[in-house]
Each structure stands twice: as C-alpha cells, then as structure tokens.
C-alpha cells in the first residue's frame, strides 16, 4: 500500500509539472487564447476520464463527483489560464503554490491536525528554496494578476481537501471535468471576440487535459487517501522544481547552479516534512471518564 501511494504521489506531481509546462509553451507563445485552452482542456480531460473510466467498468457509467467539486476545478482552471497572461512564470508559480498551502495548511488545522516541528521546518525549507528559485524572475505583480493566480491556489487546495475522501477517485474525477466543461465553455462564448486559435495551441490544450490533468487528478486523488493534508499540501512544493527540470530537459533552458540549490532546498524540505506525522488535539474527557479516572465527581 505505502508503495502505491508513494507511486501515485509521484505520478501526479511528474503530471502536474507537464501541465505547467504545456500551459506556459501555449499561453506564452500566445498560440491559443486562455479561455479556449482551458475549455479544451476540460474537454480533452473529461473525454479520456470517461473513456478509461467505461473501460474499466466495462459498461456505463453512473454519475459521479458534485457540482461543488466541478465549481472548484472550474476556479481553478479559468483563472490559472487568465492569470499568466499578466503574470511571469516564477511570479505565478509562487502565487499559486503559496496560497495552495495556506489554503491545505488551515483545512488541516482546523480538522485539528498539529503538525510537528519538523514538519513546519520542511515547509519554511521548501517554501525558502521556491522563493529562491524564482527570485529573478520576480517583478510587482499586477493586481488582477495576483488575485487570479491566488484564488487558483485557494481552489485548487480546497479541492483536493475535498479529494480526499474520495471513494472512486476515477469516477469522481471524471464527474468533476464533465460537471465543469459548461462552465468554462461559457466564458469562451462570452470571450469570444478575443479567441485565438492554432493548431500548436489546440494540441498543447488536449495533452493537458487528456493527460496531465485528467490523469494527473486521478493519480492525485488516489494519493490523498494515503497523505495526510499537511503532507499532501507541502509535498506539492516540488511540483516548481520538476517543472523547471523539465523546462531544461525538453525547452533548451540553462542548467544554472540557482537551479541546483533551490531544489536541494524544497526536495529537502519536502522529505523533512514527509518524516513526520501530526498530532490530533485530543477530545476533552466527559465527565464519566474522569470519575472513573479519579474516583470523584468534578475532579481534575
């Protein structure tokens, strides 16, 4: 079991790093609009859900996922497009993973989780070395910027909060993108006059939702059932640094010794804060408890 979750953990982050890096080759090259893009890629997404979902049952398939989880995947999608059409890479990436773990981080806090030290140090390590990382890329951010890419990050950490007690993580997936497709395909209607289109554009749109998003959130959802949410929040952190591996490996980027320190940091920082477990805050005794406990009515 723990060798399929760290499997599944690691597939959905690998996954989540080739979706960053077909939205920045599309979205920066203004091969295709925003709205389009995410359209296509909750279309694409929702398609190869479904087809593997039917495969693997062999029949039809019965609805699956909610409507509150598909508004979430939708505030995610859209404004993550939209967002880095103003914002720099490195800007956006750090707004998006800081408030994904500000968002995980209170759910987990307030479900009564109380992470231990060495779980706070992983995440101030990891979370020094992304800043590290995109320190020379970063410029003020423009307000409209900023507040897209940061409810983005709220979205998503609020949904995989959600994920995680997912009892069909395929098929609720599946449900989500189809559940969000009309969503997203009304803001391309109403955005319509600015559409771009190409077919590099369109191609880089499918394989993000077909593959690093629609396979990516299955493999995602089935690791949270084995990460706690402190852990599953934190271990994200290294989503920037496989990004920015694969961006020397297949976009010709420069190997630069900044590169190589920063992910000593957050890959450290992440191991150190998979190391530890939390600590539940403890229910309060009832009062037949502590009589039994002591012998007496109202003792301490």
Known sequence: MRTRMILYTASALVAFAANS?????????????????????????????????????????GARGSWRSATLLFLYAIPFSFAYVSLGA????????????????????RTGARPHAGQWTGLLL?????????????????????????LAGSAWGVYSLRGGGAADPLAETAGNFVR?????????????????????????AVLSGALASGLGYVAWYAA???????????????VPVLAAVGGVAFLAERVTARLVVAAFLILG???????????????PRRPEARRRETGREGGP
Do not use: K
């Open 269 to 283: 920082g992440v191991g150190l804060a998979l190391t530890r477990t939390e600590r539940r805050r403890r229910p």
């Open 21 to 61: 890096l077909l939205c920045r080759q599309a979205l920066g090259h203004t091969a295709i609009d925003a709205a389009s893009f995410s359209t296509i890629r909750l279309a694409s997404g929702a398609a190869a859900l479904l087809a593997i979902t039917m495969a693997s049952r062999r029949g039809p398939v």
């Open 126 to 150: 990891a979370l020094a070395g992304l800043v590290y990382l995109v320190m020379p890329g970063l410029a003020a951010p423009s307000p409209r910027g900023w507040a897209l890419m940061t």
């Open 224 to 238: 949270l059932s084995g990460l706690s949410v402190t852990r599953a929040a934190t271990v994200q952190l290294a």
């Open 90 to 109: 490195g800007t956006g990436a750090l707004i998006l993973f800081g408030s994904v773990q500000a968002t995980m981080f209170a759910g987990a806090l």
């Open 180 to 204: 969000a497709l009309p969503l997203a395909a009304g803001v391309s209607v109403a955005t319509a006059a600015n559409a771009v289109w190409s077919f590099e554009g369109a191609m880089l």
